[in-house]
């Protein structure tokens, strides 16, 4: 049986900083994405992590969001730094493979 489950949430001011994980289980963290839905707004994917290793980022959180996988672990995280009150959102992991979901963690960025 697949499972994802988000982890890392929480309520953070403009400037802060918030790490994600993902862990999961009956599935490789070889490749994963991070999505996100905002209130009032449809699911964006945020990052892509391949199993070349190689990742992908959304414009609106290049050069802040890093996107990386632990195989050892079973586990991806996103690093966000230099939040925005607009990165307030649900954030959940997917694998591609299979299309699993996690629950999701609640990020909230105050102004």
């Known amino acids: 049986q697949v499972q994802l489950v988000e982890s890392g949430g929480g309520l953070v001011q403009s400037g802060g900083s918030l790490k994600l994980s993902c862990v999961a289980s009956?599935?490789?963290?070889?490749?994963m994405y991070w999505y996100r839905q905002a209130p009032g707004k449809q699911r964006e994917v945020v990052a892509r992590l391949f199993s070349s290793g190689n990742a992908w980022y959304a414009d609106s959180v290049k050069g802040r969001f890093t996107i990386s996988g632990d195989n050892a672990k079973n586990t991806v995280y996103l690093q966000m730094n230099t939040l925005k009150p607009e990165d307030t959102a649900v954030y959940y992991c997917n694998s591609p493979v299979g299309d699993y979901w996690g629950q999701g963690t609640h990020v909230t960025v105050s102004s």
């Open positions: 009956g599935i490789s963290v070889h490749t």
